[in-house]
């Protein structure tokens, strides 16, 4: 099991390395001259070609790709050329609050979607089925947008639970003190992945009950409970659990629209700001960061995986 | 006494879109304590159905009508409780294909102690004790190792004995066996058999063995049943079956299976024409009416009754008296062109030294290099024109790799194949229109190797066209040809692969493989995919067609007999390398190599009086990443000598007539020792 993991982490170097060339070769060809950004419409020629003197942009490629490279491991990703300001412990306190938001959006997707799903599969075809498959359809078909409207006005306004405003002013996230402000992005984003999760769970449990094992189980005289616990979940579950896993990143950088629609300070929402500013190095951090992330709970994936499926595990 | 089973008019029906199948109608049967009863028919005729129905376990869309009583209890009536209480403890059942009915997700030990578990209350140890002792019985190799393993470790014969033995842990009443030994290798079914003739003696449970392969049910089964689109149309004692068959479609079951020393020269196969007809839809009268020779109007105008032809002797046939009646022999429908030009000096394809590895994916640090797999591993073989060379082997033995290298679809590693003066060692993107179209493929499983998409007339025109055999305006007339050529009218023209049964589409993709005029066919497992009834048929027609167009065939299975019957040579494959090569006839009478002697003796004879002598290989094939030294039999091989046998390889002993036999032991002590036991065939 560890040489599997140890395996797994070697691939993702390799990944990730082979990654990190991609992104320094685009920000290479992007038709954006940092010093211009940096010293504005107005700065003289003169200067802007002492300031890229100064920054090393004249140096050979490789060097370049090889300085950015060590550096960025060794965690000085530069300034942003928008902020002026170090990028490295924006990006952490972003990070974290991303990472909280995306657990919270798990621990409400997770449970929620394997139980229906299962429910869904064991009932196929008849009314629980039906009522299931339905509902995840309308999560899935409706946008996040509309879904965080439709909350921030059902919670918000009317009931007014919970604030509609997710903005932390600048202070590290608390969650004694900003819970209440998680809630409503984190539901909406659990909303966008609960019907998706739970379709794959439905037709993960339906093969399985279909399988000649559980017909096995069944006519080896098995409680019923035992088949299902012991024999279906085992089996049914490992495909929705790597999704799951595999969604993370996605939690964590890609929530854009609901990061904006609550105001909340996430990642999302700072790697967008940065595309449309130009800001070269803010880019390139958030591209790796990304990448990082989606290689990484790939790599989670599989380990789960490998552990779940003693087929992966031992061949 | 009260039987262990009592089935009384069983009847089920599948209720689907297309109407009321009915998979099985008005079956009764009943079997002894201690008695093995053997199911027999093709696939679709509802034997799997009756064992789903005795189980309780069918699905939804099926409905049963009729009585199952189990020890005088009515099973149809039981509550799910005992139900529960009966499956895995009283009532156990054993399928086709371990793989699927074991867990992966699951040890060994947890899967078999829950049976235990399950129905009776026992110390963690006395469980354990329990297993271990049923392991052994199984003949299982070192049961407590096995006991942490998942059932993908195990390789398909050791599934099958957890499977077995799990069946018959808490010692049932009734099993019922469903197809249990297809899909094995032959040297693993006759150890599996084994293994079930000895547990059924000690037991003495009754058992519903459910096959199609006859030589099976001849070994293991007290009486018979077959089953014929969802009836029981003859019931007998095991040796009156095959001494007095009642029923014509018994009868055509019992020939169409190419019998020990049957060659194409002395006859063609008995075949049954036609196929099962739909369930939806059953021809009016006796079922069998369409295909049998013997069928008058009388057949078609009443449904026969199940008669009694002698003491418990039943068969569901109106001229039972003269069934046996039927001609044994017969021949080829049409006349074999004239004897294969014997001036074939010039050989067509010259296969020298020839080796396929397959790498291994490197370790991802690339610090331990991993063997290569030697899946073929230096074969020498020549074809003359016209000529059939058999392939035969255990699974995993490099004959499959074989047709694939020929057609050019796997790398060569190294070793020169020349066909008819070119080099085909190149793969098939390298070779020249002319080339492709001298060699052409017939693959195993036909649903999948013609395009769903295509008509057989589309799919028929394609070799026509991309090798010009034709001008554009007798295209047409050349495709009906083709198709009567194989039996099929032109009715078939415009129909699609799924509107075809598997032996129509297997005759259209035979069809595609003679249409450009080639000079080699290589058929890889071309029947084996298809029904009893329908090999013989099958076979047939490939020879006829071989003939008629002086065609050679490099011909691939794993069924002794079959390849015995068509070829004019053959080779004995194992671990990537021949161990014997030569005459049919030489082949198959000593001296033979001792691995061809035990697949002979492994193969399940379709005689119940049949005096066979067993020769058991133990184990598995070994991986080909890790062959054994010196000669690759000498871990399994019954005859092996020392020392020698381990160390060198060995010598290639010429034995006469070009017969070549690579082994340590000197012809004449293989042909004494193998005179001795061998029943001259």
Partial sequence: ?315 | MTPVLDIQNLNVNYHSSRGIARAVRDLSLTIEGGETYGLVGESGCGKSTVALSIMRYLPRQAQDSGGIRFQGRDLMQAPAEELRHLRGNRIAIVYQDPQSSLNPVLTIERQLSEVIAAHEEHSASESRRRILDMLERVRMPDPQYILGRYPHQLSGGMQQRIVIAMALLLRPDLVIMDEPTTGLDVTIEAGVLDILDDLRREFKMAILYISHNLGVIARICDRVGIMYAGELIEQAPVNDIFAHPSHPYTLGLLRCVPRQGLRYTNEALYSIPGRVPPLTALPQGCAFAPRCVLAESACTAAHPRLESTAQDHSARCIHWETVVEQPERVTFTRPLSSQTDQNSEKNLLNVRGLKVYFMQALDVLGIRKRPNIKVVDGVDFDLPAQRTLGVVGESGCGKSTIAKVLAGLTPVTSGKIEFSGSDFAKPIESRSSDSLQQLQMVFQNPDSSLNPRHTISQTLSRPLRRFKIVPQDQENETIIGLLRSVNLDESYLDRYPSQLSGGEKQRVAIARAFAGNPELVVCDEPISSLDVSVQAAVLNLLHELQHQRKVALVFIAHDLNVVRYISDEVAVIYLGRICEIGPTDRIFSPPSHPYTEALMSAIPVADPNAQINPIRLSGNVPSPANPPTGCHFHTRCPRKIGAICETHEPPAQEAGDNHKIFCHIPLDELRVLQTDVMVKM
């Fill in chain 1, 1 to 315: 099991m560890l040489r599997f993991i140890l395996r797994r982490f070697v691939t993702l170097l390799i990944t990730m390395l082979a990654l990190s060339i991609l992104i320094f070769g685009l920000s290479e060809v992007l038709p954006i001259e940092p010093a211009l950004v940096i010293l504005g419409r107005e700065s003289t020629p003169e200067a802007r070609a002492a300031l890229s003197e100064e920054m090393g942009f004249n140096r050979p490629l490789p060097e370049r790709y090889v300085n950015w490279l060590v550096r960025f491991i060794s965690g000085d990703w530069g300034d942003s050329y928008r902020l002026g300001a170090p990028i490295q412990p924006l990006v952490m306190r972003r990070l974290l609050n991303s990472t909280i938001l995306a657990a919270l959006a798990l621990l409400i997707i997770s449970p929620i979607s394997l139980f229906l799903g299962v429910i869904a599969g064991l009932y196929r075809a008849r009314w629980p089925d039906r009522a299931i498959s339905a509902g995840s359809l309308l999560t899935i078909s409706l946008p996040d947008f509309v879904v965080g409207l439709l909350l921030i006005i059902i919670f918000s306004w009317w009931l007014k639970l919970l604030p509609a405003d997710s903005s932390l002013r600048g202070a590290d996230i608390d969650l004694a003190q900003h819970w209440r402000k998680l809630i409503l992005p984190a539901v909406t984003a659990a909303f966008v992945l609960v019907g998706y999760i739970t379709r794959v769970t439905r037709v993960s449990m339906i093969e399985v009950m279909d399988s000649p094992y559980i017909r096995t189980a069944i006519l080896k005289g098995l409680p019923y409970r035992t088949v299902i616990i012991r024999h279906a979940l085992r089996n049914a579950l490992i495909a929705p659990i790597a999704i799951i896993t595999t969604q993370f990143a996605w939690l964590v950088g890609g929530l854009i629209i609901i990061e904006q629609l609550f105001n909340y300070p996430g990642l999302g929402s700072l790697f967008a700001d940065a595309a449309r500013s130009n800001d070269l190095p803010m880019i390139a951090t958030s591209s790796m960061i990304t990448v990082s992330l989606i290689v990484f709970s790939q790599v989670i994936a599989d380990v789960l995986y490998g552990l779940l499926n003693p087929r992966i595990r031992f061949s």
